[in-house]
Each structure stands twice: as C-alpha cells, then as structure tokens.
C-alpha cells in the first residue's frame, strides 16, 4: 500500500468570499484529518487557467512532497477530464490533482515531467453530486484526500498517457532587428511587472534600457533592488524567480505605465 502523505497544497480561482475554499478544506478534513492544506493562492482571475498555470510553475519548486490541487476550471462538467498526474520529485512522489486544461502542466514539467497519469473516473472515490459544476468539492478533493490516505493512484481511475495531458501555453520571447519583443506575465500587489524574459535576454543591452509598449516609450534603469532606483525611476531588476521586471521604488510599475498581464513589451538599448 502507497505510504500517507501528509500535505496537500491548494490553488484555485475560488476567491475568499464565497464558502467554496472552506467546502474543499473540509471535505479533504472528513477524509484525510492527518492532513495540512497549504492554501497557496484562491485569487486567481475567475476562469484565467493561465495566470493559475504560471504562479504554480512559480510556487512547485516551493512546495512540500505530497499533493498539490489545482482548480481553475472554466470548463467544468463539460467533457474536460479530471486527472491526477504523478512527478518523482527529490521529496518523494507528489501527485498533481486537477483539470486537464493546460492548467497543471507547467509545473509538471518544471518538477521533472509526470511519471504515472490517470483519469479520474472511478465515482467510488467521489462525493455524490448534486449537480456538475462544482468539481473541486465532488471529484478533486476527494481523490487528493484519498491519495494522502494512501490510495494508489491506479485506483482513481483509467491510466492515461501522460504525452495526452493538455499542454500549457506561456509565451516566448523573440528578437527582431536587435530588439527584445517580451510579454507581461504578472502584476503582482505591488504593482511589479514580471517580464517571460531573463537577464540572459538582455545581456547586450547597456544600463539604460528603451522600455516600449503600445505608442510609448520610457527608459528603465537596470538596478539590483528596488530601493537602487531614484525617485520616480522605472527600474528594470531580476525578480525573485529571476525574471526581469520593471518596477517603481515604494511605488506600482504598473499602474505608472499602465501595463497589464499580456501586454507586450520591447527592450531596447537606449539612445
């Protein structure tokens, strides 16, 4: 028998007004109460699978062994699967519990790719359904609790090919004509602007660097932390995850340019 696991870390797209984050917490109590819930983020945008996708990939490498359920799942009830998708990280065997919506398969491969993979259709390790559309409560949560009380994964449901698993989709960098075309990833409550570009990106660029979006055009100042730049300075730093972001000291980067998650951004060397 596969051992207890004694973790499950919980994102969602639920928000904090509503019951459904305490409904979860407690169904996986009922059936596991050895377990703790790390609740890593439930403010997630309503339905944005990618936003949820890339603060997972962000947060995996943070997180304990055990089970790490993931709900953001605009498509529930409809033909979309429930899965749950086992990695061998350096802990031990953590398995990833969610939909099958691109939603967990960046940090599948940022823990090493999955090793074992099914889908969850075996209804005795469900709760009985008033209706489709609450997912977490009836079939997620009940298999991560399970699996902490030392379910094996096999008994969830049908073996999938892990290749089969829906991809995620995060955007790439590209140069044209010497200039760095990035994107906005995340704006977190400070107001940094997190960039899908490293400092490796930028290694030509001098200490002054052409920040362009939209019709405009300001000049950042490469810093190493945030107090490093002057009063109203836009400085362009490597974050904690060791991105490039663009940022204010003791202020919001992105309410000062008016940048938002999925805007595109050019650096260049300025002038």
């Avoid at 079939?139 to 994964?153: K, N």
Wanted: glycine share 10%; charged share 20%; aromatic share 4%.
């Amino acid at each position: 028998m596969p051992p207890r696991r004694d973790t499950v870390s919980f994102l969602s797209d639920y928000g904090l007004a509503d019951e459904f984050v305490g409904v979860v917490r407690g169904v996986i109590r009922t059936i596991a109460p050895h377990v703790a819930v790390i609740d890593l983020c439930h403010e997630i945008e309503p339905h944005d699978v990618g936003a949820g996708a890339l603060l997972l990939a962000r947060s995996v490498q943070y997180l304990p062994s055990g089970v790490v359920l993931a709900v953001v799942d605009p498509g529930v009830g409809t033909t979309r699967r429930a899965v749950a998708v086992e990695v061998e990280d350096t802990g031990g065997p953590t398995t990833f519990v969610g939909p099958d919506n691109g939603l967990l398969a960046p940090a599948v491969a940022m823990a090493g790719g999955a090793t074992r993979a099914v889908s969850l259709t075996n209804e005795t390790y469900h709760l009985p359904a008033p209706g489709p559309t609450f997912a977490g409560r009836d079939v997620f949560a009940p298999a991560a609790a399970h699996l902490c009380a030392g379910v094996d994964l096999d008994d969830l449901g049908e073996s999938i090919d892990s290749l089969s698993l829906q991809p995620g989709i995060l955007p790439l960098t590209r140069v044209e004509n010497g200039k760095l075309i990035a994107q906005v990833l995340w704006v977190d409550r400070f107001g940094n602007v997190q960039l899908n570009a490293g400092p490796e990106d930028i290694s030509t660029l001098g200490e002054r660097v052409a920040v362009r979006y939209r019709e405009e055009v300001r000049t950042a100042i490469r810093v190493t932390t945030y107090d490093d730049a002057g009063p109203g300075d836009v400085a362009l730093l490597v974050d904690s995850y060791g991105l490039l972001s663009l940022a204010l000291a003791r202020g919001s980067a992105a309410e000062t340019l008016r940048l938002h998650a999925g805007d595109a951004v050019t650096l260049e060397e300025a002038t």
